[in-house]
């Protein structure tokens, strides 16, 4: 096989999740502004997130929200998805918005609320046995908002313990997935704020909890594929939240901000041998003032493309250059890769797919936004917090 065909083998493999709240209203927290067509409840999302998979060929999962995502018979929900080709992916859990987190979930003082989230966190699994999830993703806004607030180690000893009973609850095949926040809410002390808490919580609960790297998860300047190479080193990377930043968790679209720093990502993906199913490639990402499903398959089209650019990086020519200590030639290697043109590569490989060239042209094409608007009329559209 050429290189080349390697390439385009390997990019007809990739799988990009999307997530079923960016086909609902979000926003700030300043304002939420609503958009016409959205959907109203799970079933809904799902028939959006098909169209996605539809028209790009690599987004075959749907990642829920639970609460946001509540139904009364999750395994039907699993066949309505599979009715349109896909599949559901990680549940995700939320101990966030009840006014009995105010001071934490499972990091909280009190036993009770600690009870509580840690019943709804093995309710998730419960969701996972009967969807066929695979990765139960957990991400905490616990935290102290002033000095003294609370025993800083002691939180983490009720994480620990929470994290353990759930880990023990996952079933053959199910991972758990902790993601880390560098803040927000928590204004003085978050209980999982960088990579390295949560790479030692997972550390010590087994092979099967794993770390998330949500891109937008970081202060300025963090180099955040020394993080991807580190826990792929590890054998402790689970998983992404793709999106992008200008300051802070923005959460827009994934190669807006920066896209040489998706390629730098994915390039070190690539060299640790984290592309393939074993890491689960996610979009978490607010779509406010941009309609919702182009906004996620110009996103899915970006992860190709810096995906397309990693994979084409002359792995041979860039190690003799390390060795050689030549660091111009080394840099001129990734550069050459980054600033090639992968779009008729990409293009090539849909029509090999039997898929248009063009997704968003097709998805412009297709109606599907129209018909939306027009039978989507009336309800209460799903969002935050629905």
């Not at 028209?55 to 066949?79: C, E, M």
Request: charged fraction near 25%.
């Amino acid at each position: 096989m050429t290189e080349l065909a390697a390439v385009k083998a390997a990019l007809k493999t990739q799988a990009v999740e999307t997530p079923s709240w960016a086909y609902g209203n979000s926003g700030t927290r300043f304002k939420v502004f609503a958009q016409d067509g959205v959907p109203r409840d799970p079933w809904e999302k799902l028939d959006d997130a098909a169209k996605v998979h539809e028209f790009t060929g690599v987004a075959p999962t749907v990642a829920l929200h639970i609460p946001w995502d509540r139904v009364a018979d999750y395994a039907a929900l699993a066949a309505h998805a599979q009715d349109r080709g896909l599949r559901i992916g990680t549940i995700n859990s939320n101990t966030f918005q009840d006014d009995d987190y105010k001071l934490g979930s499972v990091c909280h003082p009190d036993p009770a609320v600690r009870r509580k989230a840690v019943r709804h966190l093995l309710d998730c699994v419960d969701i996972m046995d009967a969807t066929g999830s695979r990765d139960l993703k957990l991400w905490f806004a616990d935290g102290t908002n002033y000095p003294g607030q609370d025993d800083i180690r002691a939180r983490q000893d009720r994480l620990d313990e929470a994290l353990a009973e759930v880990y023990q609850r996952l079933g053959d095949g199910q991972r758990m997935l902790l993601e880390y926040k560098l803040f927000e809410p928590a204004f003085y002390a978050t209980d999982v704020p960088d990579w390295g808490t949560a790479y030692a919580h997972s550390l010590k609960l087994g092979h099967r909890a794993r770390v998330v790297v949500d891109t937008g998860h970081h202060a300025p300047g963090t180099n955040i594929e020394f993080i991807v190479a580190t826990l792929l080193r590890e054998d402790k990377l689970g998983g992404f939240d793709f999106n992008s930043r200008f300051y802070a968790d923005d959460d827009l679209m994934a190669g807006a901000a920066d896209p040489f720093q998706l390629f730098r990502i994915m390039y070190e993906v690539v060299r640790g041998g984290g592309f393939g199913p074993r890491t689960a490639f996610m979009l978490d990402q607010c779509h406010n003032i941009e309609a919702k499903i182009p906004a996620i398959i110009r996103s899915v089209m970006n992860v190709q493309e810096a995906t397309a650019k990693a994979l084409l990086v002359d792995r041979e020519a860039l190690a003799a250059a390390q060795r050689d200590g030549d660091v111009l030639t080394a840099n001129g290697v990734l550069m050459d890769a980054y600033d090639t043109d992968v779009r008729p590569l990409l293009a090539g490989i849909r029509e090999d797919s039997g898929l248009d060239p063009d997704p968003l042209a097709a998805y412009r094409r297709s109606g599907w936004a129209k018909k939306i608007t027009a039978e989507r009329a009336g309800g209460r559209q799903a969002g935050w917090g629905a």
